[in-house]
């Protein structure tokens, strides 16, 4: 019977460990080693290697690590906006994923500087009242990029 719940359990165990790891897991892990190394299972450097000179999919990319369903995302009406500041590329569009309770939330806008790591994703939500301002100043018409 020990052998037996033995094999079971490392069976378990053995697809568990096969599942893919979302980014956002990892946040919640307290031990910095342990949060460090689900990452490094999350975004494999082999992934990293293979990555897209392509301003849009970089911001997809992006967008993906705050999702709370990032398998679920639909992204439409992506253009390419150029930066009055420093010249950079920003990305805005709009993107539908699941929730928490799995049910889809309907088109949201959201926003990305592409070339640069330090600027955060934003996603527009209903208690933020300043991202319509940002958005406007962002996703600008006379900045589109063909």
């Known amino acids: 019977m020990k052998k037996?719940?033995?094999?079971?359990l490392l069976l378990s165990f053995n697809a568990i460990a096969d599942q893919p790891i979302k980014s956002h897991e990892c946040?919640?892990?307290e031990d910095s080693l342990a949060r460090l190394s689900c990452f490094d299972k999350a975004f494999p450097k082999s992934a990293l290697n293979n990555q897209s000179d392509?301003?849009?999919?970089?911001?997809?990319?992006?967008?993906?690590?705050?999702?709370?369903?990032?398998?679920?995302?639909k992204f439409r009406n992506d253009k390419k906006y150029k930066s009055g500041t420093n010249g950079s590329i920003i990305v805005c569009g709009e993107v539908n994923s699941k929730n928490s309770y799995g049910g889809f939330t309907g088109f949201s806008r959201y926003y990305v500087n592409s070339e640069s790591e330090k600027f955060k994703v934003s996603?527009?939500?209903?208690s933020d009242k300043m991202f319509s301002t940002f958005w406007g100043i962002a996703c600008s018409p006379k900045d589109l990029v063909d």
Do not use: G, N, Y
């Open 4 to 8: 037996t719940l033995f094999v079971f």
């Open 27 to 29: 946040s919640f892990i």
């Open 54 to 73: 392509d301003p849009i999919k970089k911001a997809h990319d992006r967008v993906l690590t705050v999702l709370k369903d990032s398998d679920s995302a």
């Open 123 to 126: 996603i527009e939500t209903d």
